[in-house]
C-alpha cells in the first residue's frame, strides 16, 4: 500500500489509454510519455503497460507500506528515498515506511512512477486512466490527494527476483541504452504534413519549421499549447470536422498552434498544418512551460519505420532484463 | 463505391467517403463502418466516423512485415474489406427532442450570431429549432453531436479566441454546423443556448445518448422550463 503524504502538482494514475470509445467522443488519456512509461514498468518487472503514477512537475510524497521494487522514469524532479538522492531509469528498491519524496524539478515535465505488481484500481470501459475531464477511471476520477491510500497488485516473479538482487547489491550494474532513452535538447520535432498544410500561408509553412516556438503555461493534458509566429491561412475557410488524432499540431484563428496530448478530443475542426511523429511525442510530453521547441520535416514511412525500431528496442530491452533474472 | 485514403500521423488512416455534408455520403460514411466492424480486423484500435470520412487508429505494432510498411498493409486490408460492400439497406433513423433554453445566460452569443446574419434573435431561434438535423458524428468530446442540416441563414464562424469553459449543455454554431457540449470543455463556438438534457453518462452502456446517423430536433423552452427540467434530473 501507498500512501499519499502530499499530492504533488498533478498527480493520476494512468496506463496506455482508453481504446474502442473514440466513436462515442471519448478521449483516450493515459500516460502522456510512453517511452518513460513503457521503461518505468519494465524496470519494475511489469507488463509495459501496467498501471502507474505520471507525476507532473511538481512531485508528490509518497509514503511505503511494505517492501516493494520501483522505478521512475521521464522528467527529472529530484527524487529521493528517506533524504537519499535516487537515480532515474533504474530499479529501485523500498522497505516498510520509507518515505519518497519529490524536489526541485530539473529537467522535463513529467516522470513516471512504477511500483512492481503495478497500481490496483477499478478498470472503467477497458482502461486504469484518469480522464480528468469526465472523472472517470484512475484513482476515483481525479488527481491524487492528500491521504489516498494506493493498493499495489501482486509483482511478477521477474520482480521479486529483481528485488533480492538489489537487497544484496542496492545498485544495479547494467543501465538502460542512452539511445533509448536519452532526450538530445537540442533536436527539432519531427513532423509530417497535415491534412490542411496546403491551406497555410507559405510563410507561415516555412515559419513552422525556421522558427522556434515556446510552449505555454495554458498547455495541459489535453494539448501541448505553443506561442510562436502567427500561422495564418490563405483564406478563412471553416473545414468539416473530422478525427484527429494524439501529436495533430491543429491551428485555431488566433495562429498559435496546439500539439493535441493524450486528453485530446476525438475530433476537430480546426486547420491541422502538421502531425507529430509518434517517436518524437515523448519529447513533446516532457517539454514545459518556456521551453523551446523546434521543428523539422519527416515522411510518414520513415515515422513507420523509426516507431517500429522503438518499439522493437523495447521488446529487447524486456527479453533482456528477464535474461539477467531469471 | 469510391473512396479516397490518406494517413492521419504515423498511427491512423482516414478513408475520405465524399466532400461535402449531404445524405449520400452520410450513408457511405455508415456502411464503410458496418463493413469495418462486421470484419473487426484485432489491429484497430477505434473507428470514429464523421461526416465525410471514417478514420481508423491503428496498432503498427500488429502489422510488422519483414518489407511492408504498416500503413500499406492496412490499405491493402482496406481495400479488401470495401470491395465486398453489397448496395446496403438504409436502416430507419430514431428521432430524438432535445429541448433547448436559447439567449441571455444560457446563449451568450446568440445576440452575435444575429447581428452577423441580419437576422433577429427570434429569426435565429425559429430557425435553429425549425428543421430536423442529422447526427453526422459523436466527437470532440464525450457525447457531442456534430449535426447535419442547419440552416445557411445562421451560419456564423468560430469565436477568434476558444473560450477556456462552456458550460455543459451548450448549443452552438460554428460556421455551418450546430451541436451541443455534453461537458464542460472549452471551446470556440458561438453559443446560443443550453440544455438541462444529460447528453453523456458513463454509467450507461454505451455512454451517449446519441448515435451517428440519428435525427435530432431542438423543441424551445423558456428559462422556468429549464430550471423544472434541471431540478428533476
Known sequence: MIEVLKPGLLTTIQDLGRTGFQQYGVSVSGSIDHLAHKVANLLAGNESGAALIEITLTGPHLRFHGQTLLSICGADFSPTINGVPQPLWKPLRVDEGDILRFGTPKEGCRAYLAVAGGIEVPEVMGSHSTYLRTGIGGYRGRALQKGDRLTVGTPSCLAKEMSNELSMNPQTDWSIPYELIGHARSRAIRIMPGNEHGHFQKESREALFNQSYTVSPRSDRMGCRLSGPALQTETHRDMISEAVTTGTIQVPPDGQPIVLLADRQTTGGYPRIAEVASIDLPRVAQAKPGDELRFAPITHEEAQRLYLRRERQLRELRQGISLKYV | ?233
Not at chain 2, 102 to 108: A, L, N, S, V
Request: aromatic residues 8%; charged residues 20%.
Open chain 2, 1 to 233: 463505391m469510391d473512396y479516397s485514403l490518406r494517413p492521419l500521423g504515423d498511427h491512423a488512416l482516414v478513408i475520405e467517403a465524399g466532400s461535402s455534408i449531404d445524405h449520400a455520403t452520410h450513408v457511405k460514411v455508415r456502411s464503410i463502418c458496418s463493413a469495418i466492424e462486421e470484419a473487426d480486423p484485432a489491429w484497430i484500435t477505434d473507428i470514429v466516423p464523421a461526416f465525410t470520412t471514417v478514420t481508423l487508429h491503428y496498432d503498427p505494432m500488429k502489422l510488422e512485415h519483414p518489407d511492408r510498411l504498416p500503413y500499406e498493409t492496412v490499405m491493402n486490408r482496406i481495400h479488401t474489406i470495401l470491395s465486398s460492400i453489397p448496395p446496403g439497406a438504409e436502416e430507419e433513423p430514431r428521432t430524438i427532442e432535445i429541448p433547448v433554453c436559447y439567449g441571455g445566460d444560457f446563449g451568450p452569443d446568440l445576440e452575435s450570431v444575429a447581428e452577423w446574419n441580419d437576422l433577429t434573435p427570434e429569426k435565429v431561434i425559429e430557425l435553429h429549432s425549425g428543421s430536423p438535423y442529422l447526427v453526422h458524428m459523436i466527437g470532440f468530446s464525450p457525447g457531442f453531436p456534430y449535426l447535419g442540416g442547419m440552416p445557411e441563414e445562421i451560419a456564423t464562424p468560430r469565436r477568434k479566441e476558444p473560450r477556456l469553459r462552456v458550460p455543459r449543455g451548450s448549443v452552438g454554431i460554428a460556421g455551418s454546423q450546430t451541436g451541443i457540449y455534453p461537458l464542460e470543455s472549452p471551446g470556440g463556438w458561438q453559443l446560443i443556448g443550453r440544455t438541462p438534457v444529460a447528453l453523456f453518462d458513463t454509467q450507461a452502456c454505451p455512454p451517449g445518448i446519441l448515435q451517428a446517423g440519428d435525427r435530432l430536433r431542438f423543441k424551445p423552452i423558456t428559462p422556468q422550463e429549464y430550471k423544472e427540467m434541471e431540478a428533476s434530473r
